[in-house]
């Protein structure tokens, strides 16, 4: 029963997040990324776990819950929420962008700082043209 809780919240939280804090033209490379380490992670679990309880026995789950401690207190530090936030206020908080209109600051259960305000970096390699693409795809909106 836990596991099935377990991975109905949290593996598709670890995508959504990424694909939520990245930017349109980078988030394909985040993507791959995020699964590369997840997948070195979930290899490091399956080699080293097995050896190191045969090794040290019943004190593994106390460096097992040291770990957990440190992983905690990374995400308290450095995850922003984006709890009940819209795409542009996600977008702000990442890009450092003023997002449009009147949006209101929520606060955050973290402790991460928002980035300051700074203007957006444009790269050249990777035009963001969405909006060309979809303009020029010959769809007419009144059809």
């Known amino acids: 029963m836990f ?3 377990y991975d109905l919240a949290y593996t598709p939280m670890v995508i959504s997040y990424t694909l939520e804090i990245l930017p349109y033209n980078i ?22 776990n097995p050896w190191a309880l045969g090794a040290i ?3 593994y789950y106390l460096v097992f819950c040291g770990w957990l401690v440190v992983e905690l207190v990374i995400v ?8 009940d936030r819209t ?3 996600t977008a702000a908080l990442f890009d450092g962008v003023k997002p449009p209109g009147n949006t209101e600051w929520k ?16 790269d050249k390699d990777f035009r963001d043209n969405y909006f060309e693409l979809h303009e ?3 769809v007419s909106e009144t059809q």
């Open 57 to 59: 026995g019943w004190k």
């Open 87 to 89: 795409l542009e206020e």
């Open 3 to 5: 596991f099935f809780f």
């Open 27 to 48: 988030r394909a490379r985040g993507l791959a990324i995020m699964n590369f380490t997840a997948y070195l992670s979930n290899a490091f679990n399956v080699f080293v």
């Open 136 to 138: 020029s795809s010959g």
């Open 107 to 122: 606060d955050s259960l973290t402790f991460a700082r928002t980035p300051q305000p700074r203007s957006p970096r444009v």
């Open 76 to 83: 308290m530090l450095f995850i922003v929420e984006t709890k």
